[in-house]
């Protein structure tokens, strides 16, 4: 009889919950420096890897870290996520989207804003004549700090669009 009550027990508590994802160190994202943290350097500081990468058009990823928990007593569910954007030599660019994570404001501008363009900066293809589409590409695919209109002025400049 105290076996049955004591597997009915455990079958309960282990029934109350579920998760999904890879919990990770979400505190650790301050530690994150744009253009210097590497990919391998962020999974450390975060201690999993990422549940899912996507790759952007710009040739960038995006890096999801993931972490669902569901308490099937009380029916609330919490959601921990942070998405990552990497060059596609790896390098940490910027925070894209977080999800019940806290960060001072401090850090989330430094890791979340891109600085303006700057107004001087001259696109690959008028700095660089000579070299190829691909190179120019490439190069722009690493400048950092770009707003997104800028960087589709510069794209479409490549392209001869």
Not at 52 to 63: D, E, H, I
Not at 70 to 90: D, K
């Amino acid at each position: 009889m105290m076996r049955l009550i004591v597997v009915c027990l455990l079958v309960a508590v282990l029934a109350g919950c579920a998760s999904s994802g890879r919990n990770f160190n979400a505190q650790n994202l301050a530690q994150l420096e744009p253009g210097r943290t590497t990919f391998d350097q962020t999974r450390q500081l975060l201690g999993a890897p990422p549940v899912q990468t996507v790759l952007a058009p710009s040739g960038n990823s995006v890096s999801y870290w993931r972490f669902i928990r569901v308490n099937g007593f009380s029916g609330n569910t919490s959601i921990t996520e942070a998405g990552l954007v990497f060059t596609p030599g790896g390098t940490f660019v910027r925070i894209l989207q977080l999800q019940n994570i806290d960060l001072s404001q401090a850090d989330r501008h430094r890791l979340m804003v891109l600085p303006a363009a700057s107004s001087s900066s001259v696109p690959a293809s008028q700095a660089q004549p000579g070299v190829s589409r691909e190179q120019q590409l490439q190069e722009l695919q690493n400048t950092q700090g770009l707003s997104y209109d800028e960087y589709q002025r510069r794209y479409k400049a490549i392209n001869g669009q």
